[in-house]
């Protein structure tokens, strides 16, 4: 089984600051695609920021330049560095890692969510 737990949520002022962290655990060959979404009631969730097994990211609109994603793979973990922070980024942020395993039946590439980090910007 595959665990995603994240870390660094909290309040912060508008203009501040916070980097969000995401450790994958359990039976882990490679992951492929990480990222950063993020919901707030009453909408769907959204993109924030991904980057693949090699490096290139992408992010929305509404947080380049300000966001930036990052992942250390030796340990399993993807960051993502908020500054500049606007109302408008409160939310519930999750992390989703695609981990890819084989077993005798196939070969197979599900994705994993992490259970939600509250980020709220205000003064």
């Given at each position: 089984q595959v665990q995603l737990v994240e870390s660094g949520g909290g309040l912060v002022q508008p203009g501040g600051s916070l980097r969000l962290s995401c450790l994958v655990?359990?039976?882990?060959?490679?992951?492929?695609?990480?990222?950063?979404y993020r919901q707030v009631p009453g909408k769907q969730r959204e993109l924030v920021a991904t980057i693949?097994?090699?490096?290139?990211?992408?992010?929305?609109?509404?947080?380049?330049?300000?966001?930036?994603?990052?992942?250390?793979?030796?340990k399993n973990t993807v960051h993502?560095?908020?500054?500049?922070?606007?109302?408008?980024d409160t939310?519930?942020?999750?992390?989703?890692?695609?981990?890819?395993y084989c077993a005798h039946y196939g070969c197979y590439n599900p994705d994993y969510w992490g259970q939600g980090t509250q980020v709220t910007v205000s003064s």
């Open positions: 655990s359990g039976n882990i060959s490679r992951i492929n695609d990480m990222g950063w693949t097994s090699d490096g290139r990211t992408k992010y929305r609109d509404s947080v380049k330049g300000r966001f930036t994603i990052s992942r250390e793979d030796a993502l560095r908020m500054d500049s922070l606007k109302p408008e939310a519930v942020y999750y992390c989703n890692a695609e981990v890819p």
